[in-house]
């Protein structure tokens, strides 16, 4: 089937930390790979994306890379701020999908303390 | 440009009071419609989904529903609701071709 694992939050740096998230996943096809950002009472925005192995994703200075010999999508931030703190979701999409379903993880919290 | 809008942004009813809530998506035609629930501190449930008029598919029986009465507009609906129904409601909207969901700012209900 198709699956999301992410590890167990909260996550808590300091600013200016390096950030690492991880997410591994399961397929039955050949998925694109996302990261949703959640902050405080507000819905989800696409923070990044890959469509095929080796693809790097990034924006806002987080970025992934897609790994298929390792199935992993891992987020990571060289140096994170306050402003970063948020809940982050992996998840997947299988290609061609004409449902377009997502398989969401179950999300990390992510705190930055000045 | 497209935007999706959901309302009421936060919504307080008694257990077994009757629950609507809706999404609308403008500027884009036919999409795919999707409605998530959100528990505390939990991850995202994909509840319903719908690839077109009065197409709804269930991912999760329940005592809520869903309706898709015109081409952009999604409704949540529940006739008795439950203390287990509290969380917060995303809607998102997804195009085919485009391999990507976006999503509304979400209702945030809370069962009492």
């Known amino acids: 089937g198709n699956s999301v694992t992410q590890m167990e939050g909260p996550v808590t740096l300091s600013e200016e930390a390096f950030l690492t998230i991880n997410c591994t996943y399961t397929?039955?096809?050949?998925?694109?790979l996302f990261w949703y950002v959640q902050y405080p009472g507000e819905g989800l925005q696409l923070l990044l994306k890959?469509?095929?192995?080796?693809d790097k994703g990034s924006n806002k200075g987080f970025e992934a890379t897609y790994r298929k010999e390792t199935t992993s999508f891992h987020l990571e931030k060289g140096s994170v701020q306050v402003s970063d703190s948020a809940v982050y979701f992996c998840?997947?999409?299988?290609?061609?999908?004409?449902?377009?379903?997502?398989?969401f993880g179950r999300g990390t919290q992510l705190t930055v303390w000045p | 440009s497209q935007t999706i809008h959901q309302w009421p942004a936060t919504l307080v009813q008694p257990v077994g009071s009757p629950l609507s809530l809706e999404c609308t998506v403008e500027?884009?035609?036919?999409?795919?419609l999707y409605w998530y629930r959100q528990a505390a501190g939990r991850g995202l449930q994909l509840l319903f989904y719908?690839?077109?008029?009065?197409?709804i598919s269930s991912e999760v029986p329940q005592n809520l529903s869903a309706s898709r009465p015109q081409d952009r507009q999604f409704i949540l609906s529940s006739k008795k609701l439950l203390l287990s129904d509290s969380g917060f409601y995303l809607c998102?909207?997804?195009?085919?071709?485009?391999?990507?969901?976006?999503f509304g700012p979400g209702t945030r209900l809370l069962v009492l």
């Open positions: 890959a469509t095929k192995a080796d």
């Open positions: 397929a039955t096809g050949y998925p694109s």
């Open positions: 998840a997947l999409m299988n290609r061609g999908s004409t449902l377009g379903r997502l398989y």
């Open positions: 719908s690839v077109g008029i009065g197409q």
């Open positions: 500027g884009t035609s036919n999409p795919n």
């Open positions: 998102a909207w997804s195009v085919e071709g485009w391999e990507t969901q976006y």
